[in-house]
């Protein structure tokens, strides 16, 4: 509880929070929609936003409202399955490559560090266009996973090797403790905030990918995401027709999530600085 009541004295952390909190909501709502999303002509059409239709309805003849709850509900789970799965990869692979160095340093850094040269927007872009006709919630985040461990595992791999040196490590190996058990009861603790810290960022990074894909038609387009809520708008000409209501659902829910996430892995990584942590909570 003290975290949080020194979390909460940030602006930024106490913003994006309630905003996360306000848009968990809404993604909550999509239990109670009375439209199947994939269904069209189930509203009338081209309506702005009034009391009966709260965000207006779309050419397609659906509720944009409830279309969003969906919408903001799926990009959030493919942001958490592609987050927690590139942590898992990452969690590994920097600490093998930390702890064991040597030969398994070299040859899982020579992985990190290709995959951090090469155009990962085309491969990913190649890959989502072979997998388009399975592509769901799981295999899209998995498939965006697989590409967004690599710097995070050469920042844990860096913590592992500042810890395999200091005394206590010497102590442990000395005394018998073997080395799952060293890495899960000591090192474990220190690398806990780093990874809670880079999950928001691959999450952030993730929904951003997912809009893009989206927008090249590479999702598709009967599974509600913020991406195939624009993509449709764009489409149908949202913009040039004049159906503003269309648009800028996604588009203000995507700017509230981006910052919300943002903010959220800024605040933290601050309070976990303990420079910038004496400065603003006065060294409590």
Sequence with gaps: MKTFRDLFRDYRFALSFC???????????????????????????????????????????????????????????????????????????????????????????FISDSLLVIPLFLIIVLLAMLVRDRMNLVTLGLLLAFFGWAWDARVIRSLILSLREREFTQTAILSGTGTVRLVLNEYMPYATPLV??????????????EITLAILGLINPNLPTLGTMLQSAIIHQAVLLGRWWWVLTPVILSIFLFVALYWLSVSISEYLDPRTRIQRVGGQ
């Design 19 to 109: 905003v996360l909190c306000l848009l968990l909501i809404l993604a909550a709502l999509s239990i109670f929609a009375p439209y199947d999303p994939t269904l069209w002509g189930v509203v009338p059409r081209d309506l702005k936003p009034s009391w009966t239709y709260l965000l207006g309805t779309d050419s397609k003849g659906q509720d944009i409202f409830w279309q969003a709850t969906f919408a903001v509900r799926n990009s959030l789970t493919i942001s958490v399955i592609a987050a927690t799965a590139s942590r898992i990869i990452a969690i590994l692979v920097g600490m093998v490559a930390g702890y064991r160095g040597k030969g398994a340093d070299r040859g899982l850094m």
């Design 196 to 209: 809670f810290s880079t999950l928001i960022n691959n999450m952030a990074w993730a929904i951003g990918l």
